[in-house]
Structure formats: C-alpha cells, structure tokens
C-alpha cells in the first residue's frame, strides 16, 4: 500500500565564516529550502514536505489519497541548513499504527536544492533508518478563503482513531465533531503562517470524554489543493503526546 509522509519544516539557519577572501561569502538564507516537495521513501511511502520558515518541522505518514483513518505517524523536530545540508537533531517520531513505541527520538539528515530537491533519511537512537527522495512541489500561499468548507477524515492519537468532521468557517473557526458516541469534539482556530505554504492552528479540548481535556494543543495545518484536503498536527509543549487529523471535501 502506498502511503503519504509530510515534511513540514520551518529551518533555522546554521552556517560558520571562511576565511582567505576580502568578500564575505553569502550564507544560505532559511527560506531558500521553504516550500513543498514531494516524493517518496525506502519503505513505500509517498512523500510530501512542506518546508516553513520559522524553525519546526512536522512529518505526516498516511495514506495517499486520503480514507479512513489515513495518518499513521508523524516526525516533528527543528531544522538548520548549512551550504546544501539540511538538519533536525531533536526530531521526534510518533507511531499511530502500532509499529514500534509510541514516541522515539530521530534525527533528520538530508541534502537539498533550492527549487528542486529535499532528499535524505530519518535515523532513530538505534541506527535504524528510513531514507527519502522528493522533488520541489511549489510554495503556494495559505489561502482562509480556500481552506474554508467540511472535511472528513480520520483524528488520530497514539491510542485511538476516530472517524471525524472538521468544519472551518471563514474567519477561521475550526470544529471538529468525532462520529462515535460519548467521543471527543473539539474546537480551534486556523490563522495563515506570516510566509509561504500553511496555517498555524490550535485546539481545543474541553470534555471528561477528551483524553487532553482542558487542555489547547499547537501546531500546524497543511491545505493540499490538488487533494482539497487537509493535514493537522496539533502538539503537547512537550512533545509527549498530540493529535494528527487527514480529511477531503465529501463529493
């Protein structure tokens, strides 16, 4: 089964000066890498990376084309590029199918060209590791009036996946109502990123049935317009824990 990882990356910069010349040497500028890439890994699965500018990353597994219950994991960590080196030392990798602990340390190691490629490998504390190629995909602008409509999908957590709606209103308002009785409905609010390709969004939870009730996650929503669909990461502070959405427009 094919299935789809997304990359969204925010980059901090990390470059050191040479030495010998009169002229500095331009150091490479964070947004060069932002943008959306697409491609896939050694394991089978497609690849999708939404590069940010701000400094996080986010590393969506599901599957292609949407379904239910489509997101399987998720890598979140901060990025730094250094010439073409781009890399996240204190990545995290969150298993929802079952494979594996739920949360484990990774590192992100890759190479890339502005414009045309992010490619390299994900390697746990282990050494075990899962590598990727892709290919630049654009940097479309986050768009209010285009994400706003009803998405169904599935919310995932480490321990449990629901069959869900996600309604998000013009001003952006998000409402999230979970199908199973005596299940978890939540709300929010999506803003678009200052730059580039996604939204900022945070959730709320505010019901004993909730397993983070009382409690507002942060994160990032990704619009894929192609799909008309959506992908959300909404994380704990400390990245113990948090809930993954995958949704399209019903037809």
Request: charged share 20%; net charge negative.
């Amino acid at each position: 089964m094919k299935h789809v990882i997304i990359i969204a990356s925010a980059v901090a910069l990390a470059a050191c000066g040479g030495g010998g010349s009169s002229k500095s040497k331009a150091l490479p500028d964070i947004n060069e890498a932002r943008g959306v890439y697409q491609g896939a890994t050694d394991t089978g699965r497609a690849l999708l990376a939404v590069v940010r500018d701000s400094g996080e990353s986010y590393v969506f597994l599901g599957e292609k084309g949407g379904g239910y219950d489509a997101v399987e994991g998720l890598v979140h960590g901060m990025a730094s590029v250094s010439g073409d080196r781009f890399l996240a030392t204190s990545a995290r990798r969150f298993y929802l199918d079952g494979d594996g602990a739920p949360v484990v340390d990774v590192t992100v190691e890759a190479v890339y060209s502005p414009g045309q490629y992010l490619t390299g490998e994900v390697v746990n504390d282990e050494g075990d590791s899962m590598s990727f190629t892709s290919s630049y995909h654009g940097d479309a602008v986050a768009d209010l009036s285009a994400l706003t409509g009803v998405y169904v999908g599935s919310v995932d957590t480490v321990s449990d996946s629901q069959f869900t709606t996600i309604l998000i209103d013009p001003d952006g308002t998000l409402t999230g109502k979970v199908s199973a009785d005596e299940a978890c409905p939540f709300s929010g609010h999506v803003v678009p990123h200052k730059q580039g390709t996604s939204f900022n969004v945070s959730v709320s939870f505010a019901n004993p049935y909730c397993l983070y009730d009382g409690q507002t996650l942060k994160g990032i929503l990704y619009h894929e317009h192609a799909e008309n669909a959506i992908y959300m990461a909404v994380l704990k502070k400390d990245r113990t824990a948090g809930v993954f959405f995958y949704g399209g427009q019903p037809n």
